[in-house]
């Protein structure tokens, strides 16, 4: 069993930057890949990065490319990082941590944090 817990998620105003973490409990937590998707009031869920089990592979959405990062750290803090920079008003959603694959495709993540939000004022 593995538990995820989002930390980070504030009001920022746009242009700002933002890091959001993502601790993983479990004994077998720092093999899994993570992801984080995002979820906009009114909208479906939809995929915002992932990262595999060893650090080595990243892959991102379209809309984030160049602004968002993900990155973790296996060795001492079994977290998950996602840094934000250059936040639009667009990006204002709640932002949930999934670990189990590390592809856009949110049916093939097997466990979920509960979210923390995110708010980006014009």
């Known amino acids: 069993q593995v538990q995820l817990v989002e930390s980070g998620g504030r009001l920022v105003q746009a242009g700002g930057s933002l890091r959001l973490s993502c601790a993983a409990s479990?004994?077998?937590?720092?093999?899994?890949?993570m992801g984080w998707f995002r979820q906009a009031p009114g909208k479906e869920r939809e995929f915002v990065a992932a990262i595999s089990g060893s650090g080595s592979s990243t892959s991102y959405t379209d809309s984030v490319k160049g602004r968002f990062t993900i990155s973790r750290d296996n060795a001492f803090k079994n977290t998950v990082y996602l840094q934000l920079n250059s936040l639009e008003p667009e990006d204002t959603a709640v932002y949930y941590c999934?670990?189990?694959?590390?592809?856009?495709?949110?049916?093939?993540?097997?466990?979920w944090g509960q979210g923390t939000q995110v708010t980006v004022s014009a």
């Open positions: 479990g004994r077998t937590a720092i093999y899994y890949s």
């Open positions: 999934a670990a189990g694959s590390n592809g856009p495709d949110a049916s093939r993540y097997r466990y």
